[in-house]
Nanobody
Framework: QVQLVESGGGLVQPGGSLRLSCTAS????????MGWYRQAPGKQRELVAT???????AYADSVKGRFTIARDNALNTVYLQMNTLQPGDTAVYYC????????WGQGTQVTVSS
């Protein structure tokens, strides 16, 4: 049974940084593509970044150059380093595990506000 637990969200001022973590259990983590999506109020869930089992990465245009996704297979954890945060980054951030189907974490709130 896939379990994903996100942490690291919170309130940060514009221009600040946060690092999100997602710790996984119940599956062979190294085989899965992992990712982060986000959903702002009144909007659809959207891709932020993904990292496949070979550590190839992909990013939404809106976060390129500011966010970095990484994985540690020994710790069954995927990270999202978020720098130069903007109010438009405010959303609930969800961890994704993908092999033949998608599994989701419960989400962690990120609020960028002065």
């Amino acid at each position: 049974q896939v379990q994903l637990v996100e942490s690291g969200g919170g309130l940060v001022q514009p221009g600040g940084s946060l690092r999100l973590s997602c710790t996984a259990s119940g599956f062979t983590f190294s085989m899965f593509t992992m990712g982060w999506y986000r959903q702002a109020p009144g909007k659809q869930r959207e891709l932020v970044a993904t990292i496949d089992r070979r550590s190839n990465t992909a990013y939404a245009d809106s976060v390129k150059g500011r966010f970095t996704i990484a994985r540690d297979n020994a710790l069954n954890t995927v990270y999202l380093q978020m720098n130069t945060l903007q109010p438009g980054d405010t959303a609930v951030y969800y961890c994704l595990a993908r092999l033949f189907r998608d599994s989701w974490g419960q989400g962690t709130q990120v609020t960028v506000s002065s």
